[in-house]
């Protein structure tokens, strides 16, 4: 019933931006702490940011601080991630998803998943 559908992630020069975006059906997001996660090939998929639900608060991997925003627009049950300053590095398929609680930082804490969109960054 729930669903989670990430879009936005295409090819992009380094230091150029994106916004993915991750809409939200069977939920509203404004109810739960949203995050971000992203896998790049043949690594574990890991932690990038997380906005709480009454978006007061946030945390940032520290490889995406000063660089990645997230936010939510509740009128469209839609949280976002913006991407500036994107480096190869960033290359990734990008999953939103809600936590359950615990910590913000695993990934084993957060129980609904989109199926991904990817990111691509070139040299």
């Known amino acids: 019933q729930v669903q989670l559908v990430e879009s936005g992630g295409g090819l992009v020069q380094a230091g150029g931006s994106l916004r993915l975006s991750c809409a939200a059906s069977?939920?509203?997001?404004?109810?739960?702490?949203m995050g971000w996660f992203r896998q790049a090939p043949g690594k574990e998929r890991e932690f990038v940011t997380v906005?709480?639900?009454?978006?007061?608060?946030?945390y940032y991997a520290d490889s995406v601080k000063g660089r990645f925003t997230i936010s939510r627009d509740d009128a469209k049950n839609t949280v976002y991630l913006q991407m500036n300053s994107l480096k190869p590095e960033d290359t990734a398929v990008y999953y939103c998803?809600?936590?359950?609680?615990?910590?913000?930082?695993?990934?084993?804490?957060?129980?609904?998943w989109g199926q991904g969109t990817q990111v691509t960054v070139s040299s």
């Open positions: 998803a809600s936590h359950r609680g615990g910590d913000y930082f695993s990934r084993y804490n957060y129980d609904t």
């Open positions: 069977g939920r509203t997001v404004s109810t739960y702490d």
């Open positions: 906005l709480n639900r009454r978006a007061d608060n946030t």
